[in-house]
């Protein structure tokens, strides 16, 4: 079965830090893809970024990267130079065969930065 | 582009009532699908579609039935409204499965079942 675990319930940083949110997957699916949204306490889900695991490079999308490592089964986010409006929850998602079309999500991270 | 419609954003039913949550998109998306959001468990599949008359189940379906008539609305339906059924409802939608774009999602449906 396919499942995503996300083990930290909240991380804090400072502004301008730097930040990891972990992900681990588990899926026998050889074609998957990888993603990781946003929540703020609005409640709008954002998408943030994606990896397909055919990728060969770690996906990027401005203060975003995400750190694949296919071995490991880990699809890390990491954001750079953290800002207080990326204070929000944090979900790792999958796509795969046993969800058709569909996403798997992970419990997510609440992610709190401070001044 | 209005994207992903929700309505309602708020209901309140009675145990046992019926509703529908209506889901819309006008990004001529094939692949729709429903969520539910609880405290401390993440978002979890309700059922989802790939395509006009084409659905199938995903974690959570117990309670709910979806139809896809067409390729713009996908309405899931509460059959008899329980308490366990108080959630955030959200749906989402995709034109190849995610990828670079992701899955936009609707602002969401808050539901109270009392």
């Known amino acids: 079965a396919q499942k995503i675990t996300q083990t930290q319930p909240g991380m804090f940083v400072q502004e301008k830090e730097a930040v990891t949110l972990d992900c681990t997957y588990d899926t026998s699916d050889p074609s998957y893809g990888l993603f990781w949204y946003k929540q703020p306490s609005s409640g709008e889900m954002i998408f943030l970024i994606y990896q397909g695991s055919y990728d060969q490079q770690n996906a990027t999308e401005g203060r975003y990267s995400l750190n694949f490592q296919k071995a490991r089964k880990s699809a890390n986010l990491v954001i750079s130079a953290s800002q207080l409006g990326d204070s929000a929850m944090y979900f790792c998602a999958m796509r795969g065969h046993q969800a058709g079309t569909a996403l798997i999500f992970g419990k997510g991270t609440t992610l709190s930065v401070s001044s | 582009n209005a994207g992903v419609t929700q309505t309602p954003k708020f209901q309140v039913l009675k145990t046992g009532q019926s509703m529908t949550l209506q889901c819309a998109q006008d990004m001529n998306h094939e692949y729709m699908s429903w969520y539910r959001q609880d405290p401390g468990m993440g978002l979890r599949l309700i059922h989802y579609s790939v395509g006009a008359g084409i659905t199938d189940q995903g974690e959570v379906p117990n309670g709910y039935n979806v139809s896809r008539s067409t390729t713009e609305d996908f309405p899931l339906r509460l059959l008899s409204a329980a308490p366990s059924q108080t959630s955030v409802y959200f749906c989402?939608?995709?034109?190849?499965?995610?990828?670079?774009?992701?899955?936009?999602f609707g602002s969401g449906t808050r539901l109270t079942v009392v």
């Open positions: 989402a939608s995709s034109s190849d499965g995610g990828g670079d774009y992701g899955y936009t």
